[in-house]
């Protein structure tokens, strides 16, 4: 091992065991956002020796002001942000691995990503793909460190399936959409991303390192402006809970159907295909190209048609812009992408 985790192994609840062990840990992040952003750079700067990150996103300007991997180049390329993060990553420690996925995270997949890892991280916007996360983690015993974060308002908890309250067990129904206040409809500010992913990424440290007796075993909330902090102790597991003790993984055997998704921070619905598909981008470029100025990079292809931007991933899946009406969304994906 190098100096470069000397000042960590100094850093005696960590020592030269516990950087052994962040080494050899194994961490997805789901979401690489704000909150993901925070935390890739975090994790990978202490040494943790895989990296997944999972992101169905681009990089574009709005996201500069708070992401703090990404760059004005990155926009101007609408990198995923998962390659964009992964590619700033191996600058940052070329010692650790990465893998990069662009992708909605979604009851066909999600699996996947949990089950072959020690530990994940919440950096998502939304409390659908939580509850994925929480039924996916509960099933396969993983712990996942829960986070959000919007305006200057934050909150956070540790879920170690059997032993704490999971998700559910709090949160026993998803809010309505619409009812919670969303980037969108808020914004948020820097501050509060860089504390929520500071106390997620330290509960990771602790759970990979072995120091499980340190967590802070609460559910955390803060608002910076409002200098208001508050840490409820939680108890034990909820007896009744559909998830943990019922082990009713409902969100999981969703139907395979066409779903949509209004996204965070811009006026913009996802749309995906109901089955896993892949699209040759260069062929469809061809396909639309009279229809206007065509984008292409290895990874999307854009194009702006009838005032809304379409951006369609290699996967079939697609970032309509310019409305967050899903049933005109949903006719436009049909009319030009087809499924
Ligand atoms: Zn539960």
Redesign the pocket.
């Known amino acids: 091992m190098n100096d470069r985790y000397s000042r960590q192994i100094l850093f005696k609840e960590i020592g030269r065991e516990g950087q052994e062990k962040l080494l050899n840990s194994r961490i997805t992040l789901i979401g690489c956002g704000a909150l993901g952003a925070a935390h890739a750079e975090i994790l990978a700067r202490a040494g943790v020796g895989f990296l997944r990150i999972v992101d169905r996103d681009f990089v574009e300007y709005t996201n500069l002001q708070r992401q703090t991997l990404f760059s004005e180049q990155d926009a101007i390329e609408r990198l995923p942000k998962s390659i964009a993060a992964k590619k700033r990553l191996a600058e940052i420690n070329s010692e650790i691995e990465t893998e990069a996925i662009v992708a909605d995270v979604n009851h066909s997949n999600i699996e996947n990503y949990v089950k072959d890892v020690d530990l994940i991280l919440d950096g998502t916007d939304n409390f659908q793909i939580r509850y994925l996360i929480?039924d996916a983690c509960?099933k396969h015993e993983k712990i996942w460190i829960y986070g959000a974060a919007v305006s200057s308002y934050g909150a956070t908890m540790t879920?170690i399936?059997n032993e704490t309250?999971?998700?559910?067990?709090?949160f026993e129904e998803i809010p309505n959409a619409g009812s919670a206040p969303t980037c969108d409809t808020a914004g948020v500010i820097q501050p509060i991303i860089s504390s929520i992913s500071a106390i997620q990424t330290t509960e990771a440290l602790k759970i990979l390192s072995g120091k499980t007796e340190k967590l802070h075993k609460s559910l955390i909330q803060i608002d910076l402006w409002q200098n208001d902090w508050r840490k409820i102790k939680l108890g034990k597991?909820?007896p009744e809970?559909?998830?943990?003790?019922k082990r009713d993984f409902k969100f999981l055997e969703a139907e395979n159907t066409e779903f949509s998704a209004v996204l965070c921070g811009r006026n913009a619905v996802q749309i995906s295909p109901p089955k896993l598909s892949q699209i040759d981008l260069s062929s469809f470029a061809e396909k639309l190209k009279n229809y206007g100025e065509i984008k292409l990079n290895e990874y999307l292809l854009r194009i702006t048609i009838e005032d809304l931007e379409l951006t369609v991933f290699n996967d079939a899946r697609a970032i309509i812009r310019g409305t967050d009406d899903i049933s005109a969304a949903r006719s436009f994906y049909a009319k030009y992408v087809g499924v």
């Not at 309250?165 to 709090?170: A, S």
Request: glycine content about 0%; some cysteine.
């Open positions: 929480n509960v879920i399936p309250p999971c998700l559910r067990c709090i597991p909820n809970c559909e998830t943990c003790a």
